[in-house]
């Protein structure tokens, strides 16, 4: 139980560093045609992703850190 | 595998009908063949359909079907026989299905999706013989700082009916799952996520099927009623002017059962020409064990377990995909739907400490109107 305080405290730290860095770049909207681009995307693949969580999930002990859950199935 | 190569054709040519459809939409197909060191192969295709309703009402729905062959059992842990070797996948021994023997079982899913300015619900659904999974989500995000920011959450809800083949009983299993995660532009060529996962699991957590030897009496596998989960990710994307990009990911996780985990991901794209885009990929991924994982029972314990997925090891993937964009392809003509689609093709190799490996290939086709 005190590894997952310790793990909930480092998530609270972790935001407060994502939050803070937002105040320090502001890139226009016609600045960002790079990021549109499916390669500089995060979900550009929602479905491979969910088939590889799926298969990855069958096979290891960890599960998360994919922004958000994957559902139940005998195979886990 | 015939009856899979006629399902597999159908969806490809209700697919096509059904792009035909839509517009400003995607479609896409993908098949998955996955084989391993152990006898397992599973066949996936999944069709997903994605359409703007309105001009703020969009709906997903996907289909994923598995085909699952089981090789026969090897071994049974902790047994005085053992050679080497758990299954890992759920199946059945009896007269009717011999350990001897492989065995085939189908996993029908469908997830359908509605979202609506920056919120959005989905439900899942999964069944197959001995297991009825459902889950439904709830997300909502919001963009901040002239759009150089996003926060996202989402809460989940599981819940799952176990039935294992060959007896009356019925086991449940519940799951709460909550996510928080900040998207930030860095800079015209970069951009970030972090993230945070918690998760808690309430119920049969236990292979039904699998047996362990302690102090020399077979026992069914028996882990703790419940599973607190968390993980830490860390993502970031850099574009090079050459037109390739690096995505580097990092997710470091830990439960209550002791396992704690370390994974890393490096994607590298690379455009080859308008039309070809290659990428290249490596993970690493290592993890302790659970405190009730032992290789061997001398005395029987309160919680015992054959499942590999929670002994210590660490494990390599890598691999890579070829995408091609068909439009000089199908400029005109009959199919000239197709010019706005591409071909994907994907092949990884999964290798581990503890002496599984596995090689995935994937094909798909992916319509966007």
């Known amino acids: ?76 | 595998m015939k009856p899979t190569l006629v399902k597999i054709t159908t969806c490809f040519l209700l697919l096509s009908m059904v792009s035909l459809l839509f517009s400003g939409d995607k479609v896409s197909f993908r098949t998955n063949w996955f084989t391993d060191n152990i006898g397992t192969s599973v066949q996936s295709p999944v069709m997903e359909i994605a359409k703007a309703i309105t001009n703020k009402l969009d709906f997903l729905i996907r289909y994923n079907l598995d085909r699952v062959t089981i090789g026969p059992v090897r071994g049974l842990a902790a047994t005085p026989s053992l050679v080497d070797g758990i299954t890992g996948a759920s199946r059945p021994v009896d007269e009717g299905q011999p350990a001897s023997e492989s065995y085939t079982k189908d996993r029908n899913e469908v997830n359908i999706g509605l979202a609506t300015s920056g919120v959005r619900g989905s439900y899942y659904f999964s069944t197959e013989s001995d297991y009825i999974g459902r889950m439904l989500t709830l997300s909502a995000n919001r963009d901040f700082n002239q759009k150089n920011s996003n926060i996202a959450a989402s809460y989940s809800f599981g819940w799952d009916d176990i039935h294992p083949l060959g007896t009356d009983t019925t086991h449940t299993k519940r799951a709460h799952n909550f996510n928080l995660t900040l998207t930030q532009v860095l800079n015209p060529k970069l951009i970030g996520r972090i993230g945070v996962d918690f998760s808690y699991v309430d119920g049969f957590q236990s292979n039904p099927y699998r047996t362990v030897n302690a102090g020399g009496q077979i026992f069914l596998e028996n882990h703790p009623l419940g599973r607190t989960r968390g993980a830490l990710f860390l993502k970031l994307n850099r574009y090079f002017s050459t037109q390739t990009a690096l995505n580097l990911e990092y997710r470091f996780y830990r439960d209550d059962w002791d396992v704690q985990s370390h994974t890393a991901n490096v994607y590298y794209h690379q455009r080859f020409s308008p039309n070809v885009l290659i990428r290249y990929r490596y993970r690493y991924y290592r993890q302790s064990d659970a405190f009730f994982f032992q290789d061997s029972y001398p005395t029987v314990l309160k919680y015992l377990t054959s499942d590999y997925k929670l002994e210590e090891f660490d494990a390599h993937l890598f691999g890579f995909k070829v995408e091609y964009n068909l439009r000089d392809l199908f400029k005109e003509g009959t199919f000239s739907f197709m010019s706005s689609s591409t071909f994907e093709a994907k092949y990884e190799r999964y290798f581990s400490s503890n002496n599984f490996t596995a090689d995935i290939f994937q094909i798909g086709l992916v319509f966007n109107y």
């Open chain 1, 1 to 76: 139980m005190r590894d997952l305080t310790r793990l909930v405290l480092a998530g609270v730290m972790f935001f407060g560093v994502g939050l803070a860095v937002q105040g320090c770049t502001t890139v226009r909207p016609y600045e960002r045609e790079i990021l549109a681009q499916q390669i500089m995307q995060f979900d550009a693949n929602s479905e491979e992703a969910a088939l590889e969580r799926h298969f990855l999930e069958t096979r290891e002990g960890s599960s998360g850190g994919h922004g958000g859950a994957g559902g139940g199935c005998a195979c886990n």
